[in-house]
């Protein structure tokens, strides 16, 4: 009879996505472990870690709301050292412009533009078209505790988040899944809203993946999110769909949600391959 080998123990988690080695400068940990090679990062703990410092620059204008991220994806994030450069490219009294890059193993890995906005209150009227915002389509409660298909042993973006399916099912076409961040970006600090709508956002080509992973790629070089407010509590939905084109392109595009309603959008241009047998 033969015995079958013992489990591969799993890496142990470390405490935080990311250290900070100085005020440029960050160190990515496993947690931030992609699906789509062992030594990269997903884009969606990088992003939020220049969300961070956007917000930190915005801050020093009186400027509180992130209203639109993009992101340039370049080249692959390794899981290393990045160093993370944020300028102001206009601030006004309302609104300011920031231009942002991100640099690892001595090359430019990514750009970045975002809109910072001055938050004001506003009384609106009883009846607007399209309102109240529409809600997710399950609450975090009610929704279905589920972990990425594609995660493993090795421990990676699958264990930085926790997830819970609110309708669809993953990697299956339309799907609308909850993201709350299991470990901090950063040890000791608490995320704004904003960040981790960052993390989760760059997840909307792969809830919502039409294809079978292992046998083909659809890799975001982009990723947009607009967002109408300032984002409350640990829980962030993604509801998204793909679209494919048979020019090997595609398209994902999300609704965003907290648990108080629609907070924006997010959208990826995706390059679709088919993987070397």
Not at 181 to 198: I, M, N, T
Request: net charge neutral; charged share 20%; glycine share 8%.
């Amino acid at each position: 009879m033969s015995t079958a080998p013992p489990p591969v123990s799993p890496e142990p988690l470390p405490s935080a996505a990311y250290t900070v080695v100085s005020p440029r400068t960050v160190r990515a940990s496993v947690l931030t472990r992609g699906p789509w090679d062992p030594g990269h990062q997903h884009a969606g703990p990088p992003i939020a870690m220049v969300c961070r410092a956007i917000e930190s620059v915005a801050l020093e204008h009186g400027l509180t709301h992130i209203a639109r991220l993009t992101t340039n994806l370049l080249r692959p994030l390794p899981i290393g050292e990045l160093e993370i450069e944020v300028a102001t490219d206009y601030a006004g009294r309302n609104a300011a412009h920031y231009s942002g890059q991100v640099w690892g193993e001595g090359k430019e890995l990514a750009r970045f533009t975002a809109l910072a906005q001055r938050e004001s209150v506003l009384v609106l009227p009883e009846t607007l078209d399209g309102h109240p915002l529409p809600l997710a389509p399950r609450s975090p409660a009610d929704s279905v505790v589920q972990r990425m298909p594609f995660a493993t042993q090795r421990v990676g973006y699958a264990d930085l988040v926790e997830n819970r399916i609110a309708s669809g099912t993953f990697f299956r076409g339309r799907c609308a899944a909850w993201f709350r961040l299991q470990r901090p970006l950063v040890d000791g600090e608490q995320p704004s809203g904003y960040q981790r709508v960052a993390v989760a956002a760059d997840s909307g080509n792969g809830i919502s993946a039409v294809l079978d992973l292992t046998r083909y790629l659809f890799v975001n070089s982009d990723l947009t999110v607009n967002l109408l407010r300032r984002p409350v509590g640990e829980w962030i939905c993604v509801d998204a769909r793909t679209l494919l084109a048979p020019n090997g392109c595609g398209l994902a595009e999300s609704q965003l949600f907290d648990e108080g309603g629609l907070i924006g959008r997010a959208t990826q241009s995706l390059a679709v391959r088919a993987r070397a047998s």
